[in-house]
Structures are given as structure tokens and as C-alpha cells.
């Protein structure tokens, strides 16, 4: 671009960065994905880059704002013309990172602005995640621009079933690095691991000290999927009422969501609820 609009403030341009794109009608897995990757790096320092669309971009942002870490968002319109229900998540962005565009201040974003501005995201990065995307979609263009600038191209493996699962999956049968965590993209650049907490999101989860002995205990039976409250039932120790208290008192407190059917799934972390 001949120049670039900036809220905030960029980052070190020696400072390890790393893109992550992909659907915007993600599922709770790829959601759930890019939250948690994002935070391990952003744990370790590495600044994620993403374009703050709806699912896995904003997944991505919220994962490093949750570790207050520093994020970069790359818009298809004018930094006057962020969205209503975008400008707090912009402005959050931007205590620490920064909000980037080279339209325009009032420039509508157009649909046509999007495939555009992805040459920026990779450009930015030293490499490209893609957690979840169908094989035509925006972050498959957004690799494509990768792969013309010399960049990386990172895969979060899907279901085989799922039809937003079928770029990550094409790319990794063209030879892209398969990632499970943030652990992979670190090795690659070489980054020392950054400390665990105690009860965030990531792999090291604890007791939650906010929460009873049985609320912890239910909460321990969560894994990625939602799961049935009888399942619940039979995997736990407690009587059925404490099961029952429990998942009101958790769903309440916003470790856990409730879907169709009495399912019950983990929230995503909480700590910053951000409209979209």
C-alpha cells in the first residue's frame, strides 16, 4: 500500500508475528481453536494478526486481549467507518496494538475490500494460520498472498465431515504445517514458551477458586464437544440434583453454555465480552 492508517500503536517491527484467519461461521472447535492458540502465543509474546471479522478473526483478537497481549486488525474500510457494534473491540485493540487500513478514514468497507486487505495480513506475519475455512473462502486467499510473499502456511486439522474443515484440510494435504497448538508455531519460530496460568483456557487448567468442590468437579467433565446432562450424570460421582445445581450455577457464572436438547458446552473465556 502507498500508506496505512493506524489507531494505536505498531509493534516492534523486529517483534515475532503471526496470522490467524478463517471462517466467520465457525464452530464452537474452531472458535474454541483459534481463542486458545492465540493466548499461548500471545503468552509468549508472538503478536497476532488477524482482520477482525466475525469468528475466528475475532476469536483470535479476544484469545490475545485475554493475556493483554499485543493484536493488530486489518480492516476492509476506513477507521471511521469500523461498525457501531465494532468500535469497543476496536478501541480495546488498540490500547496495546493496533487497528490498520489503508482506505480512507470514511471509506464504507465493501465486500470487494476484504480479498484486498488480506495481502496486508500476510504481509504483516511471518507465517499464516488457517483454524478453519472452507476451501473457497477469504483465508484461503489470504494464503494465497502468503504463499506469494514468501510466508508460511499453518493448518489447525478438522472434522472430514465438516464442509468448513475442507481448506484446512486441502492445505494440509499441499504439505502446510499441521498445528495442534500453540506449542508447534513456537518450535517453528524458535520462542521460548511463555508461562501457564493456574484456570485460564490453555492445556494447564486448575480448580477454579471462584467455584464449590461439586461446580469444579462438573466442570472437569467438559472436553471440546457439547455434552448431554445425562451424560454428565453418569460420568460424575455426584447425585443427580448436584449435577443439576452445579450446571445452574456454572451456566450462570458463564462456564458453561446450554444448547438445544439439554446440551452443555464450556464457555469460551469470559473475561472480555465483546459485541460483534
Not at 41 to 65: K, P, Y
Not at 88 to 113: C, L, N, S, W
Not at 157 to 179: E, H, M, Y
Not at 183 to 188: G, M, S
Request: proline share 6%.
Amino acid at each position: 500500500p502507498i500508506l496505512l492508517y493506524v489507531l494505536g500503536q505498531l509493534p516492534p517491527p523486529a517483534a515475532a508475528k503471526i496470522a490467524i484467519v478463517g471462517s466467520r461461521d465457525a464452530s464452537f472447535y474452531g472458535l474454541r481453536m483459534s481463542r486458545v492458540i492465540a493466548r499461548d502465543l500471545a503468552r509468549s509474546g508472538v503478536v497476532v494478526v488477524s482482520g477482525m471479522a466475525r469468528g475466528i478473526d475475532s476469536a483470535a483478537h479476544e484469545g490475545t486481549l485475554d493475556m493483554e497481549g499485543i493484536t493488530l486488525a486489518v480492516l476492509g474500510g476506513g477507521l471511521l467507518s469500523v461498525p457501531q457494534a465494532q468500535r469497543k473491540f476496536a478501541d480495546q485493540i488498540a490500547k496495546k496494538g493496533a487497528v490498520i487500513t489503508e482506505y480512507p478514514m470514511d471509506t464504507v468497507p465493501r465486500p470487494g475490500h476484504f480479498p484486498v486487505r488480506n495481502r496486508i495480513i500476510s504481509g504483516l506475519s511471518k507465517a499464516v494460520l488457517v483454524v478453519e475455512a472452507r476451501e473457497k473462502s477469504g483465508a484461503m486467499i489470504t494464503v494465497a498472498s502468503a504463499l506469494e510473499q514468501g510466508r508460511d502456511v499453518y493448518a489447525v486439522p478438522g472434522n472430514v465431515d465438516s464442509p468448513l474443515s475442507t481448506g484446512t484440510n486441502f492445505l494440509l494435504k499441499q504439505g502446510a504445517r499441521l498445528i495442534t497448538s500453540a506449542d508447534d508455531i513456537l518450535a517453528e519460530l524458535n520462542i521460548r514458551k511463555g508461562p501457564m496460568d493456574s484456570h485460564g483456557d490453555g492445556s494447564a487448567e486448575g480448580k477454579r477458586p471462584d467455584l464449590s468442590d461439586e461446580q469444579n468437579a462438573v466442570l472437569s467433565l467438559f472436553e471440546s464437544e457439547p455434552v448431554h446432562v445425562d451424560a454428565l450424570i453418569e460420568r460424575s460421582s455426584l447425585s443427580t440434583p448436584s449435577v443439576i445445581s452445579a450446571l445452574s450455577v456454572l451456566e450462570i457464572k458463564g462456564f458453561v453454555d446450554q444448547r438445544p436438547g439439554k446440551n452443555f458446552v464450556r464457555s469460551l473465556p469470559a473475561s472480555r465480552q465483546v459485541q460483534r
